[in-house]
T-cell receptor, first 117, second 114 residues
Framework: GAVVSQHPSWVICKSGTSVKIECRSL??????MFWYRQFPKQSLMLMAT?????????EQGVEKDKFLINHASLTLSTLTVTSAHPEDSSFYIC?????????????FGEGSRLTVL | AQSVTQPDIHITVSEGASLELRCNYS??????LFWYVQSPGQGLQLLLK??????LVQGIKGFEAEFKRSQSSFNLRKPSVHWSDAAEYFC????????????FGGGTRVLVKP
């Protein structure tokens, strides 16, 4: 089946630094990737939709300059949390849609846990 | 806009007993419906999905779900739970018209008693 890999799986950083999280589709091409954020014991909230070769579309309330998304290739999307603060600590999960005929299914990465000190 | 409601935040069930998790959705057209399971600190695993056709859908790990259009529901069931079924379960709705985005319910945490 389709595999999506996220890296790093967990990261700890100091307040004010930037952190980059990668999302890779390992065995398929993904024209569209989605980034979700999950707070402890809560559901997943869509942050943005990332389309290869174009600007990401952000959900209402998500700061574009805070969460930079780049989808430079059909197998890689990155989320950069800029000038991270403790309130950015969360579990970030990406998902990818195959570039072929729409099957409706999205494939999820393992998630990346960010802790900002 | 699409939305999903999972009325039960927590459910405790004895091992070997049956399990039913409720999911209600709101969407103007026929949605794509999904159930995912998440173990602590892990990503999501797809249990099953409904796109069209037979309204009773079989999934992995012995789970099944039934789409009831009249009730806007997509409840998940398992006849006999195992201790390994303890996890968080998310119902999600998506649609091509919505850009394939998935909207998730709040989740139901399942605890399994020995």
């Amino acid at each position: 089946g389709a595999v999506v890999s996220q890296h790093p799986s967990w990261v700890i950083c100091k307040s004010g630094t930037s952190v980059k999280i990668e999302c890779r589709s390992l065995d398929f091409q993904a024209t569209t990737m989605f980034w979700y954020r999950q707070f402890p014991k809560q559901s997943l909230m869509l942050m943005a939709t990332s389309n290869e070769g174009s600007k990401a579309t952000y959900e209402q309330g998500v700061e574009k300059d805070k969460f930079l998304i780049n989808h430079a290739s059909l197998t890689l999307s990155t989320l950069t949390v800029t000038s991270a603060h403790p309130e950015d600590s969360s579990f970030y999960i990406c998902s990818a849609k195959t570039s072929g005929r729409y099957t409706g299914e999205l494939f999820f990465g393992e998630g990346s846990r960010l802790t900002v000190l | 806009a699409q939305s999903v409601t999972q009325p039960d935040i927590h459910i405790t069930v004895s091992e070997g007993a049956s399990l039913e998790l409720r999911c209600n959705y709101s969407y103007g057209a026929t949605p794509y419906l999904f159930w995912y399971v998440q173990s602590p600190g892990q990503g999501l695993q797809l249990l099953l999905k409904y796109f069209s056709g037979d309204t009773l859908v079989q999934g992995i790990k012995g789970f099944e779900a039934e789409f009831k259009r009249s009730q806007s529901s997509f409840n998940l069931r398992k006849p006999s739970v195992h201790w390994s079924d303890a996890a968080e379960y998310f119902c999600a709705v998506g649609a091509r018209a919505a850009g394939n985005k998935l909207t998730f319910g709040g989740g139901t945490r399942v605890l399994v008693k020995p």
